[in-house]
């Protein structure tokens, strides 16, 4: 992913594509802490976008867990 994701383009996804898209930028936020860490970094705002899309998918995940208990 270049950009940050939408809320909109994570919302029409199931739960197994959520938990995919989560898994991929856990591995991103990995790579980028140690280009990071070396200094070899080239999009230093790339580590917050991250970061925030990791959380929309959380709470997206919440929300539907959530919902699902409630019914």
């Known amino acids: 992913m270049a950009k940050a994701t939408p809320k909109t383009d994570l919302v ?3 739960d197994d594509q959520l938990s995919e898209t989560l898994g991929e ?3 991103e936020q990995f790579n ?3 280009q990071a860490a070396t200094n070899q970094l080239e ?3 790339r580590v917050r976008e991250v970061r925030k899309d990791i959380a929309r998918i959380k709470t997206l995940q919440t ?3 959530s919902a ?3 019914k």
């Open 12 to 14: 029409g996804k199931t």
């Open 68 to 70: 699902a208990s409630a």
């Open 63 to 65: 929300q539907r867990t």
């Open 25 to 27: 930028l856990k591995r």
């Open 43 to 45: 999009k230093p705002s």
């Open 32 to 34: 980028l802490r140690f």
